[in-house]
C-alpha cells in the first residue's frame, strides 16, 4: 500500500518505525554531525516529524535521499536529492529556498560546523539508524542532470564538452532568464530599483569606456558569449570586434543577430578555442567577460598570455571574473557537478599575480559584489515569470538545479563568499591612452 507525497511515492507501512518514526531516528543519530537538535522540522518518508515545529520543513520523501546524503555528505549529497526531488525544501510558513539555505548557514556557523570528521561511535550509530529504517544500500545512479565529462582536465576537447553542457541548454532557455541583450553576467546597477536591461546596458558601456573605444577601433571578445558585448561595441562604440567562443548554439544565436542588425562588416564571431586566437600585437583592445573561471588554475597562464600577446603594446585588456574564498578554490561541488563543470575560481589577488605574471600591467580593480545581488534577483525574477515554459523546454529536475543555483548565487554573492570584480590593465612596450583621472 502507497501514499503520495508530491510526485515522489512513499511507502505508508509502519515497518519503519520506532521511535519517533523515521524522523526521529534521524534526528537522534544526525545530532553530533549538526551539533545538537535538528535546525529545521524533518519530515520523513513514513510521515514522521522532527525537530522544532517552528522551523523550516524540509521533507525526505525517499530512502534514496538517505542513501546520497550517505555515499556524498554534504553539498553534493543534499544537491542531487533537491533536484532529483528526493528532498523538498517546503516554501510555508515564510520560509523560502533563500531563507533556509541562509538559515542553515547562520546555523553551521554558530555552532561552529567546520565540516570535520566525525567520530567513530557518532559514524556507527548513524550507519546502524540508517540500516534500521532500511536506506542502506548502493549509492543511487547519478541524477541526469549531472555533468559527466570524460578526458584530460581542460584539454580542449573536454573543454568543449564541459561549455556545451552549461551553454547549450537552448537559446530559448537563456532568453527566458536574462534581459534582451543576454548578457550572462553581473550587471552595472545605479540602485536596486534600475531594471535589469538598463543594468546590463550600463555595464556593457562600462566595459567599452575602460578600453577607450572609439570608431574604428578593434576589439578582440575573448568567450564572448551570446554576443552581447561585441554587438554593443559595434553598435554604441563604432568598434571592429573579433569573438571567440567554443559553443556552437552562442554562434548561431550571434551570428543572426549580426545580420538583423545589418553588422556584418563590424562584427565576426569565430568558433575557436582562446589558446588557437593567432593574432598577435594585433587588437587595439582585447575583453573578456566571466570567462577565466571556466580556463581552469592549470591553464590560468596560458589565458593570461593569450590576452597579453593579443593586444597592441600599450592597448587595453579589461576582464570581468568572479572570485572565491573559503572550503573549496573552484565553484564548489554543486556548481562543478551541475552547472559549471571544471570551473575554478580563487582569491581576485591570486588571479591578479597570474595577470602580472603574464606581462600585462593591473591599472584598476572594480569590485562589483553587490551589483551581482541585484542581477540574479533579476534573473530569478524572469525565471518565476517563465517557469512553465521552461519547465517544457527541459524538465522539471533542470528546472530544481537552477532554482538552486540562482537562489544559491545571490546567498553567496551577498555574504561574501564570492565576488566579481573588473579588472583594467594596459600592455606594456607602448604608450597608453589612460586617462590620469578616471570618470567612469
Known sequence: MTSQVGTATRP????????????????????????????????????????????????????????RLLWHPGELGA???????????????GWDLDRVLSHAFSVARDRGLSGGRPSIVAMSRAVRTVMGIGALGRPPAAPASQAKLRGRLHSQLR???????????SNEFYSLILEPQMAYSSGYHSSPEQPLEEAQFDKLSLVCRK???????????VGCGWGSLSL????????????????????????????????EDKVTIRLQDYRDVPERDHFD????????????????????????????????????????????????????NFIAPDMYMRPVGETIAFLERSGLEVRDVHGLREHYVLTVAGWLERFDAHLERLTELVGEEVVRVWRLYLVGGAMAFRDGRMGV????????????????????
Do not use: C
Open 285 to 336: 583592445a582585447v575583453s573578456s567577460i566571466e570567462m577565466g573561471e571556466h580556463v581552469g588554475q592549470g591553464n590560468y597562464p596560458t589565458y593570461a598570455s593569450v590576452l597579453h600577446r593579443s593586444v597592441k603594446p600599450g592597448g587595453r585588456v579589461l576582464i570581468q571574473q568572479m572570485s572565491r574564498t573559503g572550503r573549496w578554490p573552484g565553484g564548489g561541488p554543486f556548481i562543478e
Open 211 to 221: 578600453l577607450g573605444l572609439e570608431p574604428g577601433m578593434t576589439l578582440l571578445d
Open 159 to 169: 573543454d568543449r564538452s564541459a561549455i556545451s553542457f552549461h551553454y547549450d541548454l
Open 232 to 263: 554593443h561595441a559595434a553598435e554604441h562604440f563604432g568598434a571592429r570586434v573579433v569573438g571567440v567562443t567554443i559553443a556552437a548554439e552562442q554562434k548561431r544565436f550571434i551570428d543572426a543577430r549580426i545580420a538583423e542588425r545589418g553588422l
Open 12 to 67: 505508508s507501512s509502519p515497518g519503519t518505525g520506532g521511535p519517533g518514526g523515521v524522523a526521529g531516528q534521524l534526528a537522534a543519530a544526525l545530532a553530533p554531525f549538526v551539533g545538537g537538535e535538528l535546525p529545521m522540522r524533518l519530515r520523513a518518508w513514513d510521515g514522521s516529524e522532527a525537530g522544532p515545529v517552528d522551523g523550516p520543513l524540509v521533507e525526505l520523501r525517499t530512502p534514496d535521499a538517505v542513501r
Open 421 to 440: 570584480d573588473q579588472i583594467l590593465m594596459v600592455r606594456p612596450d607602448g604608450q597608453h591612452s589612460l586617462p590620469w583621472v578616471r570618470d567612469w
Open 79 to 93: 544537491a542531487q536529492a533537491y533536484v532529483t526531488g528526493e528532498l523538498e525544501v517546503h516554501e510555508v510558513d
